[in-house]
């Protein structure tokens, strides 16, 4: 057996079912093992972001790491963005990035690079192999790194001689470590905090804002008056009707100074103190209120689950039922497309058990809000800024779970960066209803030009425009393989939703705002 | 003067005339500012790999660098692939990146991360911007590394608040390093290899196929029979008829030893020993004979160009008249289209002193062959490798070079990493007739795939497919602003680009093979 089935081999021994990939001649042996190993699935990406980020999306929704497959340096290279987005997220990740043979490399070829250079930034594990007869056993050792909690990036570089050489054996799956549950000290100091009365914050991160975790936030919340937080950053969110209410750090510093400065304590949970997206030259860049006592209830590399649970057992709260969000009076919107409207006409058609990607930027500030009654969903957004996330993570979602309709919702600026997912996701047929947020201008960063307060000239101006040329979305999504419309009004928008999420399939709708 | 203005103005005063650029929040002040610096001239792009891409070919066509301007870590990661690719060509380039300010980089907000470790596998120049008050020197100092021969790339990287800072000033231009020619020793070594008779090939690498250097590397061929060789992976050549014939070395490696098999001398000028694009179980690395005696007349970082000329000395032939290419008989191909058939009609319609950029893969073959009696032309090609230059290497020179028709041939599968260039080049209304050769699949892996000789899956067959579904080219180019037709014959094709290259204006056109 060549290196190249061994690893494969490997990869689904250890439960990785998925490889999104975009392969080259130095890849070529691995994808020829494709058809020996029937449990790893190749999914196709015409770009490297595109792979990174529904690698992204699919770990995610599953909570364990899909593959990929890049070319050398540059392959990877294009991958980071969304691979910083991934890191950010905490998800689990296994790329497979193939390099000369080890013999050609010292040649210095043209593609020749530091692979292991590019990769370290974003790789919280990093491997070169060297030879065909350990190169399973290496796969196995990622793939039990990547699940390490929270979540981790795991990058193994495959030279391929390592690819094509023989000798390859398949390895068992390698246990991941098993998160601990903080010490019984921290529990109490949080138990104690919450039952003193002072109004205190519980910042959820690392994976908690869904399952048993979320939960328990709520009954905790229920039993001691204490408000859950989201990061504006977060990953993932399990909302609408029947889940707790959890509340995003606004994106705004003043808007989230706004909301923080009640609280006189605060509990992290795998998060980090909150601080502003951005420094800024007269606001702070710590956005809890002075003298706020902050105490870290479980690291992101800790138990976060079990550190609620065992909080919720502290404050003897498991009985207590978690006040959870009722169903909002979700009416359509009508007439002109206003994003007030949008917000609305959104939330009115989330289907029970969708998964909402949110990219929408500027056109979907009142989005989070809106939404909160809406039918349970699932809430994705972009974690690390670097955007072009959007329509990536759908199509990671989407093959994580295919029996629930995605709604992506996504800004046109954003989408440029990334939208050959578009082919991807006609390619899987995946049940993608795609939104994009027409205002042909990098909306947000107007917004902090005018702010300058410097009377902004025309060349600054027309450098933040998208148009002219304006982008024609629709004929462009056609072209990449995806059906779309364009619509005029919010009846024509919350209908052109509701049909794109019955048909299972995807499509795309272009609303100018 | 903030800092922001302190570096344009910079920047301007050290000769950069361009900005490609997709800037975020923490550049603001900087796109502020280009209102107040009108020598320097800011090119709007919708993803970073446009960016630099352009940016190496404006140097190709300059021998002198743009800027770039990018947000954070993933703004230029993003760009890094096409990086890669001007490492190779050896071009300068000036990378401007944004950053957090200084007092909020601490609190690690979402979009932190460690920009040197992502800029360092790709500059030779590397510095991060403290204070306003230096940071105008800094993009002097930038420049100028960025000018030392043969072209480096300089990054340099400027936290919010440096731009935003007071007590900037803008710096003069540093000089640049002067490359040394190579000592006397050197240059006669060279000319008593050429004189005693043994097959030699001169080997043409960092910018010494144009210009002067062509043509003194035309005298010493005619003088001595030695043969003119470029690298596969060369940056730009001025060929076509009137010009010195310098082969191309093949990217297929059992032609390239053919082709290398009769020297028993080579002479290396700024350009390393030729080796295989890939390594093979069963093959070479190195691609001269063995045995053959192989010098080195400069390295890039020397006067590469002044060592030919001395050599031209040394052998006494400065007036030699180089052995020039003839004009070809090109006739309109007509019929069915083929490979054979492409590159005949591509060869027909090159306009005098045209730009070709050619990163057709495996549908241009034939193309060097087919364009060598062409019309005088510049021929820009992938210099490392990294697919998706073509079209922002186009926008560069279009930019570069405004009176310069320019036909930039390009695979499909190339094409789709970075479509976007296709807008910049309407944005800017630039002269270049993109040609798409769609084959719907990485033709070049299917070819390696098949040559395992292990009887390929579908899985794998479909892996290198880029279909389906299908990417309709012609209402994608149109979506992004660029006119576009498909041809089905080749008097169509031939039809097409000739309208084409003489409107002037961005257009695009379709050929199935």
């Not at 990219?359 to 955007?387: C, F, K, Q």
């Not at 046109?412 to 939104?435: C, H, K, P």
Request: glycine share 10%; charged share 15%.
């Amino acid at each position: 057996m060549n290196g190249a089935e061994a690893l494969l081999g490997s990869l689904a021994a250890s439960g990785i079912e998925i490889c999104f990939m975009n392969p080259g001649t130095t890849e070529i042996h691995l994808v020829e093992a494709l058809d020996r190993v029937a449990r790893l699935r190749g999914v196709g990406c015409l770009f490297e972001g595109v792979a990174s980020g529904a690698a992204d999306g699919y770990a995610r929704m599953t909570g364990k790491p899909a593959s990929t497959l890049f070319h050398l340096g540059p392959g990877l290279s294009n991958a980071l963005a969304n691979l910083h987005n991934a890191c950010r997220a905490r998800v689990a990740m296994v790329n497979i990035v193939g390099d000369h043979a080890t013999f050609h490399r010292p040649f210095d070829p043209p593609l020749a690079a530091d692979i292991e250079a590019i990769a370290r930034p974003y790789s919280q594990w990093l491997k070169t192999s060297r030879i065909a007869g350990t190169v399973g056993l290496e796969g196995a050792e990622a793939v039990a790194a990547a699940r390490a909690a929270p979540g981790r990036i795991a990058t193994l570089i495959v030279p391929s001689d390592v690819a094509w050489g023989d000798g390859g054996t398949i390895a068992a799956a390698v246990p991941a470590l098993v998160p601990a549950v903080p010490a019984p000290s921290r529990i109490e100091e949080a138990a104690r905090l919450l039952r003193d009365g002072a109004q205190t914050a519980i910042l959820l991160g690392s994976h908690t804002t869904q399952g048993r975790a979320l939960v328990a936030a709520g009954r905790i919340a229920a039993a001691t008056g204490a408000r859950l937080l989201a990061p504006f950053a977060f990953a993932g969110m399990e909302r609408g009707a029947g889940r707790p209410n959890v509340e995003r750090v606004p994106y705004i510093t003043d808007q989230a100074l706004a909301l923080l400065a009640e609280f006189r304590q605060l509990i992290l949970v795998g998060a980090a103190e909150p601080v502003a997206f951005f420094g800024h030259p007269s606001r702070p860049s710590r956005l809890m209120a002075e003298g706020c006592r902050i105490i870290e209830l479980a690291t992101p590399e800790e138990d976060c689950a079990g550190a609620l649970a065992a909080l919720v057992d502290a404050l003897d709260a498991s009985r207590t039922a978690p006040q959870l969000q009722r169903a909002g009076l979700l009416h359509l919107p009508q007439g002109q497309i206003t994003l007030e409207g949008i917000a609305r006409a959104v939330a009115a058609v989330i289907p029970e058990n969708g998964i909402v990607v949110d990219e929408s930027i500027t056109s979907g500030r009142g989005m989070m809000a809106a939404t909160r009654g809406a039918a349970p969903h699932d809430y994705l957004v972009n974690t690390g800024g670097s955007i072009g996330i959007g329509v990536p993570l759908a199509v990671g979602a989407a093959i994580a779970a295919p029996d629930r309709p995605v709604l992506c919702l996504e800004g046109d600026g954003s989408f440029m960066y990334t939208l050959q997912a578009l082919w991807t996701a006609a390619r899987e047929n995946l049940a993608i209803t795609t939104v994009i947020f027409s205002n042909r201008t990098y909306q947000i960063l107007k917004t902090e030009l005018a702010a300058l307060g410097t009377n902004p000239g025309p060349r600054a101006e027309a450098a933040l425009d998208i148009a002219p040329p304006a982008i024609d979305i629709v004929p462009l999504s056609k072209s990449l393989g995806v059906p779309a419309v364009r619509v005029t009004n919010l009846e024509e928008f919350a209908a052109a939703m509701r049909r794109g999420l019955a048909s299972r399939a995807p499509n795309l709708i272009e609303v100018p705002v």
